[in-house]
Every structure is written in structure tokens, then in C-alpha cells.
């Protein structure tokens, strides 16, 4: 009965919808890590309307169900005018919802950093944004790089459900496969190790770059 | 104003909705939290087959997504005699998910402990239980609070992916009155909001937590 | 700043001009020939009508859909496959032009949106596992676990076959229904023993047995009224130039034999269809 082999025929299937996965999680991640730094500034801003904005967003896209930020992103947004296709939709709803965790994330990151650093930068001559930039920037994103990765994990994970916007990625296609040959077991578990594959090989990539940047 | 029609109409069914809502996602995260415990505290570095084990597990379930899970049990369970109800699977599903992340959240907070504190309660006479209730415990959760609430609120939200097993959860009944109503933006909207209302509560009951444990914490 | 102001001024007019046209265009088929391209909904797991294969959609309703596409020449088609839960919402909410997906005619439908003429019959039937002794007609669904999709009409015709039939000469009614996303999800339930019964149309079933006759089984004969299937657009003025360019094209092929051909492909028989007007839908 248990026939792994049988989902052979289909992985070619199987590993474009991987692909699919893949590319439109890196983007959403790429998309919300500028974000969720322009998020961030704003909830560290100095102007009220714009924290009070900010810190809305987030507690927003953190407190509402993916699922149901991409129906709204597909479905409500043409009522303004704004009609995206299904793969710009499934992006922009990851891109928001990532925003607001990677800005969370990268805020943390903000408050470690020692207040006379600043001060330091700004009598080296360095004006706010070159300090910014060139000094805690960087330092920021290398404290948070396992948090950043978790992030990028629970993307591609929660990708899994962007086919509410007729988007077809791994776990559509697993699921069409497993309905039609009636072999849920093996479809599900070969679709599980490539998920896994995806979601181990990105902690991997994870401890290498913070390996990397520990020596630099 | 958007959805006073709709309340009127399927008010009820959404009150329903919220309710199956609530007892699953609070079912799941108790069953997390438990199983959590119990991984976390059966966890020794030192034995290497269990270490290993654990994160294997792990891996496995933070490493996938819970619709996979899910669908792995709901579809896959019958055809190796698991022949659960689409709410125990959502159940059982919700608390072996949560309980990888709790584990961590504790295990985290357990290692933060000094382990001569441990030692200094032990050389004062106080047995293991009594070292576990008011040494480990109330020092572990007032670390750990952040995160399982932070961890709370992702489960919740998570309970929505319940609705495509055909647990009539929150999400499903939104479904249901799209599909109705020929509308999706004011279920939709409802739906987001009553998610979020219930996310802000827990973190307001999450911060007056945070306040309580701090207590044990303080000098 | 600068260079982004100028940038984006006239990006703004632009879009505003843009908003401004659609706006002046009242008519939603000269609109679409205007743009080249026509958006238009499928719920691709509804199998033979509508269905991925190798990643594409395909079935009896993609082949209608493209023969009537020929006579808008220059207009790229561009089909997406949404669950069934969005297609009718987005439809209203002018996420779609036009819905080209198996819709039964019902009369809450009809009061919303504008079908076509019908190109198939969707009378409801009754699906067991094979050999299962104890459902024999559709009576024997008394205390049984039924499976169906969220929203689709069969609910509804099991729901009245319940109350009229049923609740009278027995006094009794199915156990439960259980609403899946779609009904690939509801026949792998049955198959997996997670309900007793599936109802759905009789052409969806057709060529499941054909594939899967050593699991499933039809209880002949269908219940409930005679209904069928139709493609939909919205009811409003700009719709109905496009709606009747649909319906044409269904009673061209009709007349030309193309139909009755395509009907052989798919489900292995013909069936007569009423061709001068959409047929009375059912509650």
C-alpha cells in the first residue's frame, strides 16, 4: 500500500512548486526587510502621528491571520481601485505581514545598541543618517540575524497558504496530487521532506553567515 | 457602517465561530504548553539519543507547515487506522505544533537560571518539588512570559488554518458567509478585527503577567 | 526630493487619467477589447469541467472557454484558479471580469448575478465507497456523515431533499454535513472513511468512476430537481454586452455539434440541453 515511489512521476511537479514557494518567500523577505527598517524608524521617530502609525501597522499584521490579510489584500483591495494579480497579491500580503515582524525584530535590535554610540558617531562628524546607516545599521541586522532567519523560516512556511489568491506553490500542487491519485500519506510526507529540506537548508545558510560575520 | 447587516444576519454563527475559535486555540496551546513542559524537562544535553530525538523533532514540526500537518493526519490518519474527528486532529495538530516552540521558550528560560541556585536550594534541604515549585518555576515563567504570549498570540492565529480541515472555526464561518453574501470584504474585515481584538487582549494580559512575575525577579 | 516629485507627478496624473477612462467606458466587452485582456475566474478542482493538469487548466469548461475565446480575437485570456469560496465574492467585488467555472443555476444566484445559457446538467447524485451495502438510494442517507463543498448548491438540494422528503416519510435526516474546501477534499474523505457519502453532479462523477471505479460507486438514480451548470458575469449594465457574448458562443457551439463532441470527450455521453433560454433556477 505505502509506496513512496509512486510520487516519483510527479516531482517534477512537485519541485516547480517548490521553486514557486521558494522565489516568492525570498522576495517577500527581501521587500519586508526594507520594510520593517522604514517601520522600524518610524516607531523609534520623534513624531508622534508616525509612531502612533507605525506601532498600528504592526500590531495589525501581528495580530491578524495571514489567511486573512491575503484575502483582503486580493479581494478588498480592488474596492479602492487597486487590483493586483494573484502573484503581486500573494507578495505585497507577505511583504506587510513580514514588514511588521521584521520591523519588531530590527526595534529590539535598536535598543541594544549603546546610547554613547551615537554621541560617538556624531562627534566623529558623521551627520544622523550616515550614523545611522554606516554605524548601527549593520550592527543591528548581526545581533538579529537568528531572529531575521527564524522569520525568513516562518515565511516559507506560512507561504503554504497564498493559493487562497490563486497562486500555485508546493502545497497546492501537493494537495491537487495527493486528491487525484488518492495517496495522501506519501504525497504529504514527500512534501513535508522538501519543506523541511527548504526550511533546514535556510538555518544552515543562517549559522554561516553569522559565522562569517562573527569574524569580520 | 460596514457589516451591521451582516451582524444581523449571521451574528449568530459568528459568536458560534468565535467560540469554537476560543476553545480550540485554547485546548491546543494548553496541550502545547504540557507537552512543552514535559519535552523540555526530559531534555539533557548530555544524552545524546534524546538530544538528538528532541531536536528531530524539532526540526520536524517547526520546520514544516501546520497545514501540511494537518493534512497529513486528516487525509493520510484513516489509511493507517487514526480515524480522529477534523477537531482532534485541529487539537492534537495545534498542541504537537505549539509544544516544538514551547519547549524551546523553556528550555530557554531553564537554562537561564544559575545552576548553583539550584545546588544552594537543594544544600538548604528542600526536596526536588519544592526546588521546581518555588525556585525553577516561578523564576522560569517570569523569563519565559514574553514568549509564550508572544507564542499564544501565533497559535491563535494559526487555530485559522483549521478552517480548511472543516472545523467550523471563526475563519470557516467568514467563508461560509462570503460564499452567502457574495462578498468578501465584510466578513473578511470582521473577521481581521475580531482576531486582532483577542490579540490585544492576550498581550494586555500578557504584560499584567509580566508584571506579576517580575516580582520574583526583583532584588 | 526633487527629482522624486517630478518622478512621480506625472505617474499620479497618469493613474487619475487612467481611473478617469475606465470610468467613461461603460461598457465592459468593448473594454476588455480595448485593454487586450480578459480576467476571468475558475475554480480549477472541479473535475472534468475544470482541473490542473501538469500544472495547467484543463477539462470540458477550458475547452468551451477557449472555442468561444476564438471569436475575440487579440484578447489574451487570463485564467486564475481561486477556491470556490472567492469566486462569486470576487466576481461582485470586480475582482474578475467574468466567472468561467460550473455554477449550478440557483435562484439566490440568480438574483445577484447574470448567468449564461447552460452548457451542462448538474443534476445531484449520490457517491458511496464501493460495496457499501447500506446506502442504496438516496433515503438510505439517514444518519449518515454526507461530505459536499462550503457553499456549493448541493448542500442545498440535499438540505431541501431532507426537508421534503425525509423529515415527512421518516421522520429522520442525515447525521451531519461535513463542507470542504473543494471536492477533490470531499471524495478523499470518503475514500479515507472521514464520511459516508458525497453528494455532487452527475457528470462530475461520471469520470471518477471511469478512473476510480475499484473506490467509489454511484447510487443511481440523481435526486432532487433537474438543475444545471452555467457560466456567470455580474447583473449590472456594463456587464451584459459580455454575458450575452458568453451565451451566444454556448448556443453556437450547441447548434454547430461542437457541444454534443466535447460532451463525448469529457463525460462519454450527451445530454440534451435547453438552448433558447436559461432554464428556471432552482431555490
Redesign the interface.
Known sequence: ??DLTATAHYLP?LL?GLFTTLWVSLTAIALGLVMGWAVCLGLMSERRWLRMFCAVYV??F????????L??V???L??I?I?L??LAAAIVALTLNSGAFQGEILRSGFQLLPYGQTEAARDLGLSRWQALIYIKTPQVLKAMLPALVNET?DII??S??I????V?EL?R????L???T?R??EF??V??LL??AL??ATGRVGNWLEARLKIA | MIGIGLFDEYGGSILAGICVTLKMSIGGIALGMVLGLVLQSLYKPDNKPFAFLYQLYLNVFRGTPLLLQLFLVFYGGPYIGIEWTAETVGLIGLGLYGAAYFAEIFRAGRESIPQGQLEAARDLGLTGTQVFRVVLWPQMMARCVPAVVGQTIILLKESSVLSIITVAELTNVAMTIAVQSYSMLEPYTILALTYWAIAIVLAGIGSRAERHFKNYLQR | MRPLYSLLTPLLVGTLVSFAAVEAKADLLSDIKGRGEIVVATEARYAPFEMIEDGKIVGYGKDLLDAIMLDLPGVKLKQLDVPFQGILPGLSSKRFDFVATSLTITKARAESFAFTLPFSTASVAVLKRKGDARINSAEDLIGMVVGSQAGAPQIDVLKEYERTVLQPTKNSGVKEIKAFMDYNEAYAALASRRVDAVVQSLPNLAPLIKERGDVFEIVQPPFGPPTYYAWAGRKDADSASLVKFFSDGIAKLNASGELAKLQRKWFGFEMPLPTDAVPAPIN
Open positions: 500500500m505505502f511537479q516547480a500590531s495589525f501581528r495580530g491578524t491571520p495571514l489567511l486573512v490579510q484575502v483582503l486580493f479581494y478588498a480592488p474596492s481601485g487590483s494579480p494573484p523560516i512556511k506560512n503554504s497558504l493559493s487562497a489568491v490563486a500555485h502545497m500542487t501537493a494537495q491537487t495527493a486528491s487525484t488518492y495522501p500519506i504529504f510526507i512534501t513535508g519543506y523541511l526550511t533546514m
